[in-house]
């Protein structure tokens, strides 16, 4: 079973900036991906940055150029940095880590963006 924490949520004005952290515990052995999906009022559950076991990163074309993806192995955390916040990326960001076939979830951490 995988534990996956997250921190660094919060209300921020827009323009600035948030730093998400995931923490990963349990059975984490041949973790093939972990990112991170945002869900906001009334809609679907999207994919908003990943980055494979290797080092390889993707995301979603609204973030681009604003949010970035890492990883510290040592610490089986991930992280994500969002700067040039925007009110529409407000919303309840998701840990999730991939592994052995099944995909973990965190409980997720609230970003609100205000005008």
């Known amino acids: 079973q995988v534990q996956l924490v997250e921190s660094g949520g919060g209300l921020v004005q827009a323009g600035g900036s948030l730093r998400l952290s995931c923490a990963a515990s349990g059975n984490i052995f041949n973790i093939v991906d972990m990112g991170w999906y945002r869900q906001a009022p009334g809609k679907q559950r999207e994919l908003v940055a990943t980055?494979?076991?290797?080092?390889?990163?993707a995301y979603a074309d609204s973030v681009k150029g604003r949010f970035t993806i890492s990883r510290d192995n040592a610490k089986n955390t991930v992280y994500l940095q969002m700067n040039s916040l925007k009110p529409e990326d407000t919303a309840v960001y998701y840990c999730?880590?991939?592994?052995?076939?099944?995909?973990?979830w965190g409980q997720g951490t609230q970003v609100t963006v205000s005008s």
């Open positions: 999730t880590l991939y592994s052995f076939g099944f995909r973990s």
């Open positions: 980055i494979i076991t290797g080092g390889s990163t």
